[in-house]
Each structure stands twice: as C-alpha cells, then as structure tokens.
C-alpha cells in the first residue's frame, strides 16, 4: 500500500460542521454512541495535519453572525475537512431550528450544497429523545409547537413560527419541499423516490418529518451515499451503521472512554432557557451558587472579584456562578443594555473567570448555554475535545487539554438535561 492509499484509508469518514460548541458536542456524542472515535475541533483549524478519527465535528460559533459571515466561516471547515479526506458531510444545526430571521442555516446549506457538487438536501432537525420532532413540517417541543415551547421568547432567536418549510423557504434561495411522514414510514425506497421527484420539480432543500429513532435511521440508510446532510444531531443516529455496512468502520466499543480528570469542579450557566432556570433552581436549593448581575457589570462593579471570592469561601464546596434569570427580569436588562451587549458581559465575565479558575486548580467545568460554552472553551486555550460518556441525551463529558494540561468539560445547550443535570454530571466525574 503506497503513503498516499495508507492515508485514504485512515482518513476519517464524516466532516461535520457545527453552528455552535455545545451543538457540536451533541453531535459528537451521537457518533460516539455509534461506535465512531469523535473528535470535536474549536474554529477551522490553520494546519492540515491529519487528525486520527472516525468522524470530525468543527465547532463554530455561526449561528447568530451574519449569513455572508457564517457562510464564510462554514466553506472554510469544509474545505479543511476535505483535506482531512472526509467521505461525507453534515451541517448541524439546532434541533429547534433556531436561526435570524435571514438564516443561517438556509444560506449555510446552500452554499455547502454548490461547494459538493451536489443538486439535494434534507433538513431534519428531529431528536425525539429530547422531545423534537417534525410532522408535516411542523417542529414540535414535546407536546407544544415551536413557537408554544418557550423558544419563541429567545433573547437571540426567537422563533414564533412552527412552520419549518415556511422559515427555510424565507432564507433560502432554492424552492424547498417536504418529505412527509407516510413518506418515512414507507421505507428507505420510498423515501428515495420522494426525494427524486422533489428534484424532479426543481427543489433543491427538503424538510424530512421524523417521530422517532427509527424514522431517523431509515432517513440514514436512504441517504448513505448523500455527499451533504442537514440536520439536527439526531439525524446522525444511523450514520455509524451505514458506514459499518459498507465495510469502512470497526465500531469502537471503547470510543467513549475518557481519562479520569481530578481536581475542583464548577458549574458555570449564562443561559436562561426554560432547562437551566429548573437546574439552577434546583441547584440553589441546596448549595452554594452566586448570581452574576449584567447591571452591575455594566455599571463597572467588582463582579468577578466577588465571584472569585465566593468561589474561595466554599473551598469544600462546588459552586455554581450564573447568570440565569426569568424572562421578565431577563427582558428587564436587555431593554437597558441591548441584547447584543447584555450577553457579551455574560460571556466575557464567566470566561475571565473560568480562566482565573483554572489557577485556583479547577479542573472541572459543567456550562450551561452554547454561547457561553464557546466563550469559555476559547478562553481556556482549548482547540481540540476528545467525545466521552454521555450524561444526557446530546450532552457528553468532553476532555480538552488546554495550556494548563487536561480539563474535563460538559458543555451543555440551555435547552438540554434534567433538572438535577448539573449534579448527576459531577457525579460522573468524581
């Protein structure tokens, strides 16, 4: 076998790009449950060295930037990918769609699609262990419609409209269409057949409803050979078993597997979704947390000094730091501040202080909200996650080495986990 066969055959199988970190991270976990080493890359990277995995998940933070911007940013991870040699591609967005009202995930999709070569996408942002799943091309949240969930009071993204063909059709260029449930439930061939005659018609990106795990794998198998998918992570559930049918993956059993990480522990939460009001509530119940007020930021008050000192005052004791509120006080602030500003004091100040964190010996940090996530794994210096053992559907343990050596991370999305998600993660840990 000659160097250039040797490296196409260990070239990785699936280059994924993610518009956010804790995005990323639920992808990445999905993979690993399949059996695929998973590694998680922080940007595009500026070297092409190879990178020793089965699937690669570039994180960036592009959901919320402008389209030409996030599209920029998403051809240059493609194109760091296909040096890496990848078969095949994914776009991962939010399982709630979430998006500005002129993408990205419209703009995003389509220029990946031209990038490929390829005419035909699917966008599916079905996890139904979470409780999303599409019908009819309506996005539902557990029992409630998108816009009845919570989400359409996002302080970035709100989205008031449940109509998935309706928001993809407003930020795309190409005609759009549906894949519908009877479609799915008639199996792969159907599936493949609907699709060609969407084409057919001139649509280039086509809503897939889905209500379970099982519609998502059928959805996997009848686009195996797709160069482009889109979707949220749950569409990734049948992705190992397509490649271990074609002979290209040994599932790893061990692939989740990840070195203990001792050292203090934090939780640290800047979102104030539905999710992390009930954990930080629960949390607060019965230990120590301390609420970091934007106001006072803004008003240039010691904030982070007094986090600090909180933090050394429970020396036997994890704490949490947050920056959680109600929708009305949250409302209340960004009236003042602007939305834009409110939430780059959050993220600026619970960066600054997991970094000054890590010198007091933490090394272990549950974050709550994608932003916030992205904003402290840069301030840690952290550029590459190795995927662990999942805590809750779409949250694994990751473990970054930064410059000050191994850090255990659980990153989650504002949307995600159980109530008691912050303690039942250290408890993994410990």
């Known amino acids: 076998m000659t160097t250039t066969q040797q490296a196409a055959a260990n070239a990785p199988l699936l280059g994924c790009i993610a518009d956010d970190f804790t995005g990323?991270?639920?992808?990445?976990?999905?993979?690993?449950?399949?059996?695929?080493?998973?590694?998680?890359?922080?940007?595009?990277p500026h070297d092409t060295e190879p990178v020793a995995a089965d699937a690669l998940v570039v994180a960036l933070k592009s959901r919320t930037i402008a389209a030409p911007d996030a599209v920029a940013q998403s051809l240059a991870a493609l194109a760091w990918l296909k040096?890496?040699?990848?078969?095949?591609?994914?776009?991962?967005?939010?399982?709630?769609?979430?998006?500005?009202?002129?993408?990205?995930?419209?703009?995003?999709s389509e220029s990946l699609m031209d990038a490929l070569g390829t005419d035909f996408a699917i966008a599916c942002p079905a996890f139904p262990e979470n409780g999303r799943s599409v019908y009819r091309g309506y996005l539902f949240v557990g029992d409630a419609l998108l816009n009845e969930s919570g989400m359409e009071k996002h302080p970035l993204t709100p989205m008031t409209d449940p109509?998935?063909?309706?928001?993809?059709?407003?930020?795309?260029?190409?005609?759009?269409?549906?894949?519908?449930?009877d479609t799915i439930a008639a199996g792969e061939q159907a599936i493949r057949d609907a699709a060609a005659a969407l084409r057919a018609q001139g649509v280039r990106l086509a809503i897939a409803d889905a209500l379970s795990n099982d519609d998502l794998r059928t959805l996997g198998r009848a686009f195996a050979d797709a160069p482009l998918l889109t979707?949220?992570?749950?569409?990734?559930?049948?992705?190992?078993?397509?490649?271990?049918?074609?002979?290209?993956?040994?599932?790893?059993?061990?692939?989740?597997?990840?070195?203990?990480?001792?050292?203090?522990?934090v939780v640290l939460a800047g979102s104030s979704s539905r999710a992390s009001q009930a954990q930080v509530a629960h949390w607060?119940?019965?230990?120590?947390?301390?609420?970091?007020?934007?106001?006072a930021l803004a008003a240039g008050a010691?904030?982070?000094?007094?986090?600090?000192?909180?933090?050394?005052?429970?020396?036997?004791?994890?704490?949490?730091?947050?920056?959680?509120?109600?929708?009305?006080?949250?409302?209340?602030?960004q009236a003042q501040l602007g939305v834009e500003r409110a939430g780059q004091l959050i993220e600026h100040a619970l960066a600054t202080i997991?970094?000054?964190?890590?010198?007091?010996?933490v090394r272990r940090f549950v974050v709550a909200g994608g932003e916030t996530s992205g904003a402290v794994v840069q301030a840690l210096g952290i550029s590459r996650l190795r995927i662990g053992t999942t805590i809750d559907p779409g949250v694994p343990w990751t473990l970054g080495n930064g410059p000050d050596g191994d850090l255990a991370l659980a990153l989650k999305s504002g949307n995600f986990g159980s109530v008691d998600f912050f303690t039942r993660a250290l408890g993994m840990q410990s």
């Open 302 to 333: 010691p904030v982070i000094d007094d986090a600090l000192a909180f933090f050394d005052a429970h020396a036997d004791a994890t704490v949490l730091l947050y920056a959680t509120a109600a929708p009305d006080k949250l409302a209340q602030v």
């Open 231 to 265: 979707g949220g992570s749950g569409l990734a559930i049948g992705l190992p078993d397509n490649f271990l049918r074609a002979g290209l993956l040994d599932a790893d059993k061990a692939a989740a597997q990840l070195p203990v990480v001792g050292g203090r522990a």
């Open 83 to 108: 040096k890496q040699g990848c078969r095949q591609f994914y776009f991962k967005y939010c399982s709630t769609f979430d998006s500005t009202q002129t993408g990205n995930i419209g703009p995003v």
């Open 284 to 295: 607060c119940e019965s230990r120590p947390a301390l609420r970091l007020d934007p106001l």
């Open 163 to 181: 109509n998935l063909l309706r928001v993809l059709a407003s930020q795309s260029t190409v005609a759009t269409g549906l894949l519908r449930y």
């Open 24 to 44: 990323a991270t639920d992808l990445a976990s999905m993979l690993v449950r399949g059996g695929m080493r998973t590694v998680q890359i922080i940007d595009v």
């Open 354 to 361: 997991a970094r000054e964190l890590v010198r007091r010996g």
